[in-house]
């Protein structure tokens, strides 16, 4: 049978009070309102947090369709409590002092286990899906995979604030999200099996409660047939949401082809792919980038250029070609989502003004 390359996403959202402009710990008011909506929108970490998850969706105009469908969704939902929803990597007057963590199970073991670290984690991700039928493939389109997420990053930069401050980043959340002691870059696996060995070891071995604290970039999902991405930030507008579930669907189905043609997987430093993710959370588009498989730095533009160029095949099998590339100079012309926002704090020196951009690109669309 032949692989699809499926995909599906979720998003994570922030709550936020329409006076002070200021996270709500309120994700409970709008899950009870959202259950008569046909979204399926779950609770997160924190109480100032709420997600979102598509339905599989065979192309990118059914990811679009469900994405607008389920942010009107959690708006409406929001306003009939009197607040706001935001979609970005973290929040400009966020204060991790003042979150609560969300009362189930599953979220309160997770800070008795890593105590301050779960609390500070106010941060906002975006995940993507991808299909994969074959367990083993998965693993080794991993393998392929992993040398290619920070063009991707660099794209998707949207928290340059945190606690009120200009951290100079573009993706400061991926340092905060950093933290986790199973988060970064996955290691080369030679075989399904190995990988099974290595997270029930991490699990015997109480480094882990579970497979789903495995938070690296990119990992084969335990619920679903997916490889799931896990690298960047929440987006802003649906538009670079929809670009990175197209970029990410192509990364897959090029690296699928190669693992089922036994290609040779590039050897990468794990220092070097540490390296070129630091440098395209710190500095987006607006830098040179770390070019993994030329082993050099590069402007920021040049490598995401090649990197579309070497996924134009694949996004041209799965018919993402004319809107993916359209999407991706759409978004180098307007900046990242961080570039927005220090556009917006720029014209008033106001990070309400900031929050008030979010907002809107939230619902636009």
Same mark, same amino acid.
């Given at each position: ?245 197209? +970029? ?5 189905? /090029?690296?699928?082809?190669? !693992?089922?043609?036994? &290609? %040779?997987?590039?050897?990468? @430093? ?56 359209? +999407? ?5 012309? /307007?900046?990242?989502?961080? !570039?927005?926002?220090? &556009? %917006?704090?720029?014209?008033? @020196? ?16």
């Amino acid at each position: 049978m032949q692989q699809t390359f499926t995909v599906g996403v979720e998003e994570e959202y922030q709550i936020i009070d329409p006076g002070t402009r200021s996270l709500m710990q309120r994700a409970e008011a709008i899950l009870s309102r959202a259950e008569s909506s046909p979204v399926n929108v779950e609770a997160e970490l924190q109480l100032s947090q709420i997600e979102i998850g598509t339905p599989v969706c065979d192309d990118l105009t059914q990811v679009r369709a469900e994405l607008v469908r389920s942010r009107r969704a959690v708006s409406t939902a929001a306003a009939e409590e009197g607040m706001w929803i935001g979609a970005a990597g973290s929040h400009p007057l966020a204060d991790p002092a003042d979150g609560t963590i969300t009362p189930k199970e599953r979220y309160l073991g997770m800070a008795e286990d890593y105590g301050q670290l779960a609390k500070e984690q106010i941060v906002f991700g975006y995940h993507v899906h991808v299909g994969i039928d074959d367990r083993e493939a998965a693993v080794q389109t991993m393998n392929r995979v992993r040398g290619w997420l920070s063009p991707m990053l660099a794209l998707g930069g949207s928290s340059p604030f945190w606690m009120g401050r200009d951290t100079g980043y573009s993706s400061y959340r991926t340092d905060v999200w950093g933290r986790w002691p199973m988060a970064g870059s996955p290691e080369v696996f030679g075989s399904r099996s190995e990988y099974e060995e290595v997270i029930e070891l991490l699990v015997t071995t109480e480094a882990i409660a579970e497979e789903t604290r495995i938070y690296w970039d990119v990992r084969p999902s335990s619920r679903f047939n997916t490889l799931e991405y896990r690298v960047t930030d929440v987006c802003m507008t649906v538009d670079e949401a929809v670009m990175l579930a197209g +970029l990410a669907r192509a990364l897959t189905r /090029r690296c699928y082809e190669q !693992a089922i043609r036994d &290609e %040779a997987i590039p050897v990468v @430093r794990p220092e070097l792919l540490q390296a070129a993710k630091w440098r395209a959370a710190r500095y987006g588009l607006d830098a040179t980038l770390v070019d993994v498989n030329e082993r050099r730095s590069r402007p920021a533009l040049q490598v995401i250029d090649d990197w579309l160029n070497f996924l134009r095949p694949s996004l041209e099998d799965n018919g993402d070609w004319a809107e993916t590339s359209v +999407l991706v100079h759409q978004a180098i012309e /307007r900046g990242t989502g961080a !570039a927005r926002q220090r &556009e %917006a704090f720029g014209r008033g @020196r106001r990070l309400e003004d900031v929050v008030d951009l979010i907002v809107a690109e939230t619902g636009a669309g």
